[in-house]
Nanobody, 127 residues
């Protein structure tokens, strides 16, 4: 079992920055990859970024590449999403997720691959 708790969401103006955190507890954090997803009102949940269990390899959605950075601190059981140059279209509920069923080197972008989810944190970007 893995429990995930996100924090760091809020209201920010376009062009601003936010850093989301996701604290994990339960199964060994350093053994699985972690992803961030988001869901805007009326839209399907979409992939944002994923990081391997070691933190060495990352992958991003084209829409956030160059603006967002995913990282993790395995000593603190925490994954982060640094979001810079935010746009109104980034407004969504952001979820962290754990992929414990695949090897930690696998970077899945499909939500179905993830078996544990946080409760989500709202990010609102005003124009």
């Amino acid at each position: 079992q893995v429990q995930l708790v996100e924090s760091g969401g809020g209201l920010v103006q376009a062009g601003g920055s936010l850093r989301l955190s996701c604290a994990a507890s339960g199964r060994s954090f350093s053994s699985y990859s972690m992803g961030w997803f988001r869901q805007a009102p009326g839209k399907e949940r979409e992939f944002v970024a994923v990081i391997s269990s070691s933190g060495v390899v990352t992958r991003y959605a084209d829409s956030v590449k160059g603006r967002f950075t995913i990282s993790r601190d395995n000593a603190k059981n925490t994954v982060y999403l640094q979001m810079n140059s935010l746009k109104p279209e980034d407004t969504a509920v952001y979820y962290c997720a754990a992929d414990t069923r695949y090897p930690g080197s696998v970077l899945n972008s499909h939500s179905a691959a993830y078996d544990y989810w946080g409760q989500g944190t709202q990010v609102t970007v005003s124009s």
